[in-house]
T-cell receptor
Framework: GAVVSQHPSRVICKSGTSVKIECRSL??????MFWYRQFPKQSLMLMAT?????????EQGVEKDKFLINHASLTLSTLTVTSAHPEDSSFYIC????????????FGQGTRLTVV | AQSVTQLGSHVSVSEGALVLLRCNYS??????LFWYVQYPNQGLQLLLK??????LVKGINGFEAEFKKSETSFHLTKPSAHMSDAAEYFC???????????FGKGTTLSVSS
């Protein structure tokens, strides 16, 4: 149990376009999900906390108007990269925890975004 | 504030040798500690976690880690490395269940035959 699915796994887009990444909890409900970003050969950095039914909480330095987060249901959070630029190219990963395993984070497979 | 330090960005071992990946943390409260493994272009797989139970934690694939409060350490070990262990390893900490994790910079493990 506790499976988190992320889609797409890879996406290539042109500069100036927007890309939506989905994070789904398949077998549990998640009132909170987390979005991380990982640059090549680097660690994961928390971007934002996605809260079901309310606004996301962004970490310092993360542009909320560029990285739009929507958590419209208890099993789905989406991250939309708006007006993408090549420097937005990165690996984006989400995580969530079920209520009975809150001490453990379950991660999606990640999304490799390449902006050309 | 919490932080995680992984000593050694790259560790190389021979197949069959002991694996030791170091992790030190700082936290003002009893932490939750984790080790994750990541293969290229994939998500994170949990190896093991410490959540204030036994200080010696056994995980998957023969890995284990020992929580040492006096040393603020949570080093990851495996008695005998396999080629398939070659990957990126991340140590992470959180101070509450259900909160975001703070990750170390990662250690790349290389295994040679």
């Amino acid at each position: 149990g506790a499976v988190v699915s992320q889609h797409p796994s890879r996406v290539i887009c042109k500069s100036g376009t927007s890309v939506k990444i989905e994070c789904r909890s398949l077998d549990f409900q998640a009132t909170t999900m987390f979005w991380y970003r990982q640059f090549p050969k680097q660690s994961l950095m928390l971007m934002a906390t996605s809260n079901e039914g309310s606004k996301a909480t962004y970490e310092q330095g993360v542009e909320k108007d560029k990285f739009l987060i929507n958590h419209a249901s208890l099993t789905l959070s989406t991250l939309t990269v708006t007006s993408a630029h090549p420097e937005d190219s990165s690996f984006y990963i989400c995580s969530a925890s079920p209520a009975n395993k809150r001490a453990e984070a379950f991660f999606g497979q990640g999304t490799r975004l390449t902006v050309v | 504030a919490q932080s995680v330090t992984q000593l050694g960005s790259h560790v190389s071992v021979s197949e069959g040798a002991l694996v030791l990946l170091r992790c030190n943390y700082s936290s003002s409260v009893p932490p939750y500690l984790f080790w994750y493994v990541q293969y290229p272009n994939q998500g994170l797989q949990l190896l093991l976690k410490y959540t204030s139970a036994a200080t010696l934690v056994k995980g998957i694939n023969g890995f284990e880690a020992e929580f040492k409060k006096s040393e603020t350490s949570f080093h990851l070990t495996k008695p005998s490395a396999h080629m398939s262990d070659a990957a990126e390893y991340f140590c992470a900490v959180s101070d509450q269940a259900g909160t975001a994790l703070i990750f170390g910079k990662g250690t790349t493990l290389s295994v040679s035959s």
